[in-house]
């Protein structure tokens, strides 16, 4: 198994630009989501899915915007980007919604928006 | 609002001299509490979970523990390769799944 992936590992945009962050996962997890991590902030929760069609906001889920339509994807879209959205971007996945099995994270893309 | 505070922010050890991580939570409902290791430039990777007050886990140097209040992640004759950040989260409730609230980590440098 390849476990998490997620792609690409380093992005630059300019500010307005829109591009989409890929994540999958081969371990057949219902449950996915998307999370930033910026410098003294720890990480936190921007999207979340319990399943294929279905998609919720976290905590910071402003210019973002998710999709589920297979188990496997759970792509991050960023609609126009900017500055404030330069941080490092983790997708992590886990076997079932409701239970509190651990997360299993993807190894993180680098975004700089300029 | 629940809230994850992690001390101390960085530690720096000598290789040997044990040390205690502490996460310390306030939050309405604990599900159970997470421990992570995070390598620069690389995702975390989990290490425990905690689900109530008493309870012990080890792995290898490492031994976390967990009360009402706070959790322990203590590094016993800690090696340079326990260098890392370490990053503590909770779980509060199910009904919106797996969702995690994460403290700021504390960065362990251990100096042979």
């Known amino acids: 198994n390849a476990g998490v992936t997620q792609t690409p590992k380093f992005q630059v945009l300019k500010t307005g630009q829109s591009m989409t962050l890929q994540c999958a996962q081969d371990m057949n997890h219902e449950y996915m989501s998307w999370y930033r991590q910026d410098p003294g902030m720890g990480l936190r929760l921007i999207h979340y899915s319990v399943g294929a069609g279905i998609t919720d906001q976290g905590e910071v889920p402003n210019g973002y915007n998710v999709s589920r339509s297979t188990t496997e994807d759970f792509p991050l879209r960023l609609l126009s980007a900017a500055p404030s959205q330069t941080s490092v971007y983790f997708c992590?996945?886990?076997?079932?919604?409701?239970?509190?099995?651990?997360?299993?994270f993807g190894p993180g893309t680098r975004l700089t928006v300029l | 609002e629940d809230q994850v505070t992690q001390s101390p922010e960085a530690l720096r050890l000598q290789e040997g001299e044990s040390s205690s991580l502490n996460c310390s939570y306030t939050?309405?409902?604990?599900?159970?509490l997470f421990w992570y290791r995070q390598d620069p430039g690389k995702g975390p990777e989990f290490l425990f979970t905690l689900y109530s007050a008493g309870e012990e886990k080890e792995k290898e140097r490492l031994k976390a523990t967990l009360t009402k209040k706070e959790s322990f992640l203590h590094i016993t004759a800690p090696k340079p390769e326990d260098s890392a950040t370490y990053l503590c989260a909770v779980q509060v409730g199910w009904a919106a799944g797996n969702k995690l609230t994460f403290g700021g980590g504390t960065r362990v440098l251990v100096k042979p």
């Open positions: 939050v309405s409902g604990l599900r159970g």
């Open positions: 992590a996945s886990s076997p079932r919604q409701g239970t509190y099995n651990e997360q299993f």
